[in-house]
């Protein structure tokens, strides 16, 4: 096994955990209480009830009658209000839950969790670092609370407990994921590949590590090496999309685009439901110069209009497919896919110049000049679909690092 030597020293809310090679699985139970009375479970109908009405105000007074000690209610109320989506109560029935509650450090996680999912992160941090000191520690709570740092922007805690987690558990392949992330947005290139490494001398069959360490060594210009960490990672999980669509990419990226319209099309129609293959296949023939009234054309505006069919919010598909509409004399339709994709995305510039365009097409030399006038003002360059930085983004959608599970039962 390999040392994880990657990083940083761990912080000092942390360093508890690094008590010993044994500590992970150390789980202390408190007392179980008994079964839910019959009025707490009276009660608990009646929240459920109001949960279903679509009154969660109502089911939140309902539950705090149950018996403050009635650990068995509080931990079902929490599970209750989660499956409502109604998280920060529900945080707040698993804390109570943790005091009387059977298994302490199931409740705990669950409330840790449900504080993820409020958004209320510090209260995260806090339950996460206080099961941590009280001998609960695990791998997966340490990347919970790696979560809750990273989303409150605490991105060296964030390391530090991602850190942790593989400490804990060598074979968390989701803290190493989260881990090659956090290197990725620093531009931190060949810590990542270290990540990456360490993880996959643990996993030697992960394609999502592959597939980080492809991403690293590719902004690194080690493309020979992607290429291979690519091709591997479309080996082990060949019903994956994103190693498919990033050997497209690396060959757009190093500017042979017969190479990349041909990865893409195959990664096209070897995942026909993502909407990122679709758009990416599109993209490397608008690259290469497909042109309207051609067999090329033809798959480029089909394969757009595919991208905006399987993801209506992904507004690079609309923007692009307007930008292939006004081409085409489209332009009314044109404008509705970019007024769409403009107010999907404010901040970029893309969607606002190409409306220019199509009014201007119109005739309307008014709205045109106002939009125009908008662009030059944007102070932010628009870098997303370099690439480059799509090599970034892709491996951020199936990443996964940063999704909160659902508590557990």
Sequence with gaps: MMAAT??????????????????????????????????????????????????????????????????ESHFAAGALLVKHKAYAPAAKEFGLARLTYKDAYLAGYDETLAYVNA???????????????????????????????????QTQEAYNAFRLATHLNPRNEDAYVDLC????EKDSYDLGVEIAGVGLANLPNSERLYVQRGVMRAMKGQFED????????????????????????????????????????????????????????????????????????DDLLRALKTSVQLNPNFWHSRADLGKILISRGEVDLAITHLQKAAELNP???????????AYRRKGDEGRA???????????????????????????????????????KP
């Design 119 to 153: 958004e209320d992160y510090a209260a995260a941090i806090k339950t996460a670092n206080e099961l941590l000191t009280q001998g609960f520690q695990t791998s997966e709570l340490a990347a919970v609370a790696g979560t809750a740092y990273q989303k409150s922007g």
């Design 369 to 407: 000049g106002e939009l125009l006038k908008r662009v030059s003002t944007m102070q932010a360059e628009e870098r997303e679909a370099l690439p480059q930085a799509a090599l970034k983004n892709i491996v951020r959608e199936g990443a996964g690092g940063n999704a909160v599970n659902q508590p």
């Design 181 to 184: 992330d956090i290197a990725l």
């Design 6 to 71: 990657y990083g940083v020293e761990p912080s000092t809310l942390l360093a508890i955990s690094y008590a010993g090679p044994d500590s992970s699985n150390k789980v202390q139970q408190s007392k179980a209480t008994a079964h839910p009375s019959a009025d707490s479970q009276a009660i608990l109908k009646l929240a459920r009830a109001a949960l279903e009405a679509g009154n969660t105000e109502m089911a939140v007074s309902i539950l705090a009658r149950l018996p403050e000690k009635d650990g």
């Design 226 to 297: 992607a290429q291979k960490d690519f091709t591997k990672a479309s080996e082990l999980a060949p019903n994956e999309v994103l190693p498919d669509v990033a050997i497209g990419l690396l060959a757009m990226q190093t500017s042979d685009l017969e190479k990349s319209v041909q990865d893409l099309h195959r990664a096209a129609e070897r995942h026909p439901d993502s909407y990122l293959a679709q758009y990416w296949f599109g993209k490397a023939l608008e690259r290469s110069g497909a042109a309207p009234g051609t067999q090329e054309g």
């Design 347 to 357: 901040s970029a510039t893309t969607p606002l110049y190409l409306l220019a365009q």
